[in-house]
């Protein structure tokens, strides 16, 4: 009984909470998507604020830190009319002054303030000549008992528009108030008392309270831990739940022999020794496809880790049990590429290859539909045009798909409908991501590493430069051009932006310009290339580039992925801090494919901030696309990492996968025990789990589809 009155009470739209009201609400919904009492509940502190200390204001030395003081307001003073009125304030304690001024949200600000009671000011402090000022400081009257109550102030996040009407952070933390004195003994349990009881955890509702009202470190510490492995647990039930679906219930293709084709170029086709790792994830392979159980399995790999000759293996296992292959690739440069590469490979093998993209003229589209149809063709490699519901295969076994997150779930669920029984799904990816992010963003695919590089491979010496030292690097690139090699340039930009965050940048066409003054025809030939030329354009001039017509070849992140010169040795990228790691890290991919050194060069302005900071110097530091991947989710978090494909699906809400990696670690190792003992959750010991896991279902559905 009380579980459905506690399900009902949480699930109350926010309006009805006291000191929301309608206007207050319907801001909550747009700006914070806040639209019951679940949600309030759950809109945790984002970090807090020791107020446990405070100072004098004749004490304040360093505006590094924010400070908290104790006083009576002086004076209070409206200066200016409408949109450019502000609020001034002298605030006094028994040593000094300091000023206080605000911006925005000036009268509601004025109201609330009077010079009889002694109030409490938060804030950073700058110093203008001899003075101490601070900004938009929290002002809060020293008698009200919450501040007792908590000397860590929680700090919750708003929007402008939200800060305007009240609900700043501080306005926020009073409804929050509201909300857990309306909530006290409602607030039901979702985990069994065993794990409660062996981690040494506090209940749902306790840590609710201390986590929005913390009034000790060690019970705060205990209480998000607490919230953070509930959260990630039921992901992770979520998403092994979908794995065992996929990997032992739906039923997959048998590559029941290791047949000719298969022994014949593992033997004598492959041009170089495998790695110790590229023989473990294909026996990984192997033990997944002979079974009849369907294969759904991730590799990932650095740059030239060798993760297509894997695939390329796998798909001869196919071949060789009579089933038919399709290669999937995100562009028409790596589909052409996989195309070229693989035929090159497979020239002496009795293997049909064919190449079906966007630009494949319609009389050659006719031939493989009506060869798909007939089985006469065994291995198709293409783009999205795969997808079409014109081509359809006679007994799809294998379905390999490159750079997956650049395909949404609907567009593989197609590829996957092309046949009678799901085919084998082997997903490849060329960025490193995190285990921890691997667990999540890829939790329902069995995740295989290449972590290891072929013997012989150069490391790529990068360097960074300043816009000073450009003449410098011009003078490098032509002593490599002299050896015969070739260079990339890199401009983040295509044509001059009006935006003033972006109006430093050097753009494409600027940069063309002075690279076609420094290096003249006809001694030098330069190719551009960018993401708004048409297809036939672009194609053009990445070929002159790769037969060597042209030394240098200008581009925006376009050529990311898919490109192999092998000739190319020097890649310049201008503006680097404006890039992100993992997108420096495949530019500087592009280089490095051939026996001789190359070098990547990280042109920037002035580095401001300790972001762009740790960029270029982890990029100096380390060729390691793990350590890379790593250091990038500490910096973005794994929201920006999953990019636009994945965008929603994980919704967290207060873990963080770029420093929860144990209590990720633990969350996994605990759905798969619970799966194990119980898959169903009908045991009554899991009755908790089972309840909220369906409610969860129910409100998020992008759980179930992340891979």
Known sequence: MSSIKTTSILGTPIEFLKGVGPKKADLLKTE?????????????????????????????????????????????????????????????DETGEIELAWFKGVQWVRNGLNYEEEFVVYGKPKRFK????????????????????????????????????????????SIVINLLQLLRHQIPETLPSEILEKYKLPSKEEASIHVHRPRALALLQRSLTRLKLEELLFLQLILVSNKVKVTTKMKGVTFKKVGKLFTEFYENGIPFDLTGAQKRVLKEVRHDVRYGAHMNRLIQGDVGSGKTIVALLTALLGIDNNYQVCLMAPTEILAIQHFEGISELLKNF????????????????????????SGALQFLIGTHALLEPVVMFKNLGLAIIDEQHRFGVKQRARLWGKAEITPHVLVMTATPIPRTLAMTLYGDLDVSTIDELPPGRKPITT??????????????????????RQVYVVYPLIEESESELLSELKDLYDGHEALEKRFPRPEYQISIVHGRQKSSDKEYEMNRFIK???????????????????????????????????????????????????????????????ESKRRIQTMCSTNDGFEIAQVDLEIRGPGDIMGTQQSGALDLKIADLAVDQKILAKARELAVNILNDDEALAKP?????????????????NWGNIS
């Open 32 to 92: 914070l998507q806040i639209f019951t009492y679940r949600d309030l509940l759950e809109h945790y502190p984002f970090r807090y604020i020791d107020k446990s200390q405070f100072q004098r204001i004749s004490e304040i030395q360093s505006d590094e830190l924010p400070v908290q003081v104790k006083g009576k307001f002086k004076s209070l003073k409206e200066v200016g009319v409408g949109n450019k009125k502000r609020l001034n304030a002298l605030f006094e």
């Open 548 to 610: 060597k017509e042209t030394q240098i070849l200008v581009a925006t992140t376009v050529i990311e992925v898919g490109v192999n010169v092998p000739n190319a040795s020097v890649m310049v990228i201008e503006n680097a801090e404006r890039f992100g790691l993992s997108q420096l890290h495949q530019l500087r991919g592009r280089v490095g494919r051939g026996a001789e050194q190359s070098h990547c060069i990280l042109i920037t302005g002035k580095l401001k901030s300790p």
């Open 685 to 701: 010991k899991h009755a908790s789990l089972n309840l909220e896991l369906q409610r969860l279902k129910a409100f998020k559905p």
């Open 130 to 173: 001899n003075t101490w000022s601070i900004s938009h400081p929290e002002v809060t009257k020293v008698n009200e008992a919450k501040l007792k109550l908590t000397p860590f102030k929680p700090v919750y996040r708003s929007t402008e528009k939200c800060n305007r009407t009240g609900l700043n952070s501080q306005g926020i933390e």
């Open 463 to 484: 360097v960074h430069k300043t816009d000073s030292s450009r003449l410098h690097v011009f003078g490098f690139m032509e002593e490599e051009i002299k050896k015969g």
């Open 350 to 373: 009795p293997i049909t290859v064919k190449l079906l993209t966007g630009s494949t003229p319609k009389s050659k589209r006719k031939v493989i539909h009506e060869e798909l149809a």
